[in-house]
C-alpha cells in the first residue's frame, strides 16, 4: 500500500511540472542545436541530451514552484476562469498536493537542472554558460518569488521570451559551435517571440485574478483590446524576421522559408486572438493554436537548419 502511494505520488510531482509544456524549453535547444550544425558541421549528442535535460528540469522547477508563490499571493484561489493552459496546475486548490510539498518538489527539480548545467560546465569549462544558466535558474525562481516577482511587474512576458529564447538558442548554440556570433540572433528572435506569444495568449483568461492581486501582466496593464493589438503585431513581426532569413544567405534561407509555411496557422491564431472571444470565460481556442505554432514553428526552423547542413554536405 504504501509503495503504491509513492508512486502515485511522483506521478503527482510529475504532472504538477506541467510536462506537455515542457516543450517550450525542448524548442530552442532544438534550434539552437541545428543551427550550429547547419553553420559548423559540429554535433555531440552527449552536450545536446544534457542540455536537453539541464533546461527541461528548471523549467520543470519553474513550473512547481510559480505554483506555490502563486498560492501564498492568493493568484490561483482567487481564479475562476482556469484553463488547460492558465491559471496553474491547480493541485494546491485540488488538494492534491500541500504548498510545503510544492514548493519542495519545485526546489528539488531546480537542484536537479542546477546540477546538470554544473555537469556540462565542468565539461565545456565555460563561464558563458555558466552565466546562462544562472541566468535561467535565478529567472525562473524569481518569476513569482519574492523579492523580485518579474511576473508581478510588467516584464514577465519579456524575462520569459529571454529566457525561453534568446539565451537557450545561443547557450546551444555555442555547446556545439563552441563560439559566440551574430548567426543565432533572428532564429533566437523569433523563438522569443513564440513563447512571448504562449505567455501573453495565457494572460488573457488569468486578467481577472491577476487584476486582484495587482499582477501586472500585459493584459492587465493595457487591457484587453490593446494587448491584443500587441499579440497580432508580435505574430507579424516573427514572419518579418523570416522573411530577411531568406535573403540573410544561403545558410538561413531554408529555416525563414520553411517558417513561412506555418502562416497559415498564424492566420487562424490572429483571428481567434479578438477582444470579444479573449474575454468570453471557457474560451481558450487563441491559447491552443498559439501553443502549437510555437511547436511547429520552432521545429520549421530546425529543420531548415538541418536541410541547410545536410545540402551544403552534399555540395
Known sequence: ???????????????????????????????????????SHLFSLPLFILALLAIMFLHAG??????????????????RNPTPFSGGSRFIQNSLLTPKQTLAAGLAALAIGSAI?????????SIFILLLGLAGLLGGYFYTAAPLRLGYRCVGEFIIAVLFGLLPVYGSYYLQAQTVDAAPLLPACIV???????????????????????????????????????????????????????????????AGLFYLFTLPIAIIAIKAANK??????????????????????SLSLAAGFIITALHSKTI
Open 1 to 39: 500500500m504504501k509503495s503504491q502511494y509513492e508512486h502515485s505520488k511522483l506521478i503527482i510531482f510529475f504532472l504538477a511540472s506541467r510536462p506537455k509544456f515542457l516543450t517550450a524549453s525542448i524548442a530552442p535547444v532544438l534550434v539552437g542545436s541545428a543551427l550550429a550544425y547547419a553553420f
Open 62 to 79: 519553474a513550473n512547481i514552484t510559480n505554483d506555490y508563490f502563486d498560492h501564498t499571493t492568493k493568484n490561483d484561489w482567487l481564479n
Open 117 to 125: 548545467g554544473l555537469v556540462i560546465v565542468a565539461l565545456t569549462k
Open 192 to 254: 522569443s517571440i513564440l513563447i512571448f506569444l504562449v505567455i501573453l495568449i495565457n494572460e488573457f483568461p488569468d486578467v481577472a485574478a491577476d487584476a486582484a492581486v495587482d499582477k501586472k501582466t500585459l493584459v492587465v496593464r493595457f487591457g484587453i483590446p490593446a494587448a491584443a493589438r500587441i499579440y497580432k503585431i508580435t505574430l507579424a513581426a516573427s514572419y518579418i524576421i523570416a522573411a530577411a532569413m531568406i535573403f540573410a544567405g544561403q545558410l538561413m534561407f531554408f
Open 276 to 297: 470579444k472571444d479573449l474575454a468570453v470565460p471557457g474560451q481558450y481556442r487563441a491559447n491552443q493554436v498559439t501553443v502549437l505554432l510555437h511547436s511547429l514553428g
